[in-house]
């Protein structure tokens, strides 16, 4: 290519990318503020990390492990009557916005793990040091940046609702089986044939909804089976329990019990299969079984690989 075309070629991408800022910078400016997730008992992710950082930051004494337990409900419980709020234990919208606290550069507190946990659901990366320094206020400018949220470095109400209520997972997850019930390591096994999960459980271990939705399908074929049809766009489909306790159309909240594992249908033994289906698609659900059991921040479904997890 002549290098005077090529000048021209490289001057109208420079237009192109600054007309393509002009039609999106507004559009992003415009999407509405997510609303504050709710988090209680049984759950587990990032949004629980944040909310045990930021309970500690108001005094309370708990472990800090991303996962709702009894504990932690009853710090939270102690925060919302030291606070007239309704002691349920369940910290949704009123009860974020007393724990947040807004923090600028140079902070140095557990409000700023908070912060710092919550960047992280977006790929960030930063060490959760509780130091407010230069690799967070990169990912603050760039996270309000790309929101259209004003008020410089400063977090506020409004940047941490767009933080907690954002970036998908992180507490509205729950386990599947209790996390006593087997190891890590049977989380990450590959299962044979096609992309899904067999979890070697006994029979008779309470199992549950691992977040909102819809129960969809509730009956034989794969065993006795429950399928979800959840909030997050995927089909958690739950195989070979010994009996269900939700039916087909009953909404089901992170951490509802809905079935019992057994050995029905065609298996060698007692186990709970689990499927993540995406447009009708099975995904690996290692990766998001893994954030749930961590407390990390859970994948979006439609990020799960759909090989590499099958023999
Ligand atoms: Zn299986």
Known sequence: MPTSLRRLTGRLAVVVLALTAVLVGPAAAQAATPAWPTIGAGMSGANVASAQFLLRHHGQTLTVDGAFSAGTTAATQAFQSANGLTA??????????????TLDPGANNN????????????????????AWGAGTTDAVTDFKTGRGLTGGTTVGAT????????????????????????????????????????????????????????VGYAGGGCGNGIGITADDGAYYLYCHLSSRVVAAGARVTPGQVVGYTGATGNVTGPHLHLEIRVNGANRCPQQLLLAVYDGAAVPAPSALPATGCFY
Do not use: C, F, M
Not at 88 to 98: F, N, P, Q
């Open 159 to 214: 940047t941490w609702q767009w933080l907690l209520g954002g970036g998908g997972g992180g507490g509205l997850y729950a386990p599947i089986i209790d996390r006593s019930v087997l190891p890590r390591s049977e989380y990450d096994d590959p299962h044979h044939d096609y992309p899904a999960i067999d979890l070697p459980t006994v029979t008779g271990v309470t199992t549950y909804a691992i977040t909102a939705g819809t």
């Open 111 to 130: 409000a700023v793990r908070a912060l710092q946990t919550a960047l992280n659901k977006y790929g960030y990366g930063l060490t959760v040091d509780g």
């Open 88 to 101: 349920d234990g369940v910290v949704g919208a009123l009860t974020w916005s007393r724990l947040v606290v």
